[in-house]
């Protein structure tokens, strides 16, 4: 059973910037892909960005590319979420979520384990 444990969320003005943190228990991080999600207020959950586990590959949403890095360290068993020129529709609850797979993966459906999530307020 791997438990994860976000941080890092908080309220910050637009054009501001936080950094998530994801820290994951048990010894096979280094093994498992990793994703970020969002989910706003009356809305569905959206994927935000993920990792494979080497921390060489990575993918975003169109709407945090060019905003927002993904990054692991695999000695702390940590996946991180920088967040870059935020903005108030960046406003939600920040999930990270793991999989045991060497591949890459942008649904919701096919992880495994979900942390408890960490709010994310920005103001206009």
């Keep these: 059973q791997v438990q994860l444990v976000e941080s890092g ?5 637009a054009g501001g ?4 943190s994801c820290t994951a228990s048990g010894r096979t991080f280094n093994r498992y892909a990793m994703g970020w999600f969002r989910q706003a207020p009356g809305k569905e959950r959206e994927f935000v960005a993920a990792i494979n586990w080497s921390g060489g ?10 905003r927002s890095t993904i990054s692991r360290d695999n000695a702390k068993n940590t996946v991180y979420l920088q967040m870059n020129s935020l903005k108030p529709e960046d406003t939600a609850v920040y999930y ?4 045991a797979t060497d591949g890459l993966i942008t649904s919701g459906d096919y992880y495994d384990y979900w942390g408890q999530g960490t709010q994310v307020t920005v103001s206009s």
């Design 9 to 13: 969320g908080g309220l910050v003005q």
């Design 17 to 20: 910037s936080l950094r998530l």
């Design 57 to 66: 590959t990575t993918y975003y949403v169109d709407s945090v590319k060019g």
């Design 96 to 99: 990270c979520a793991g999989k």
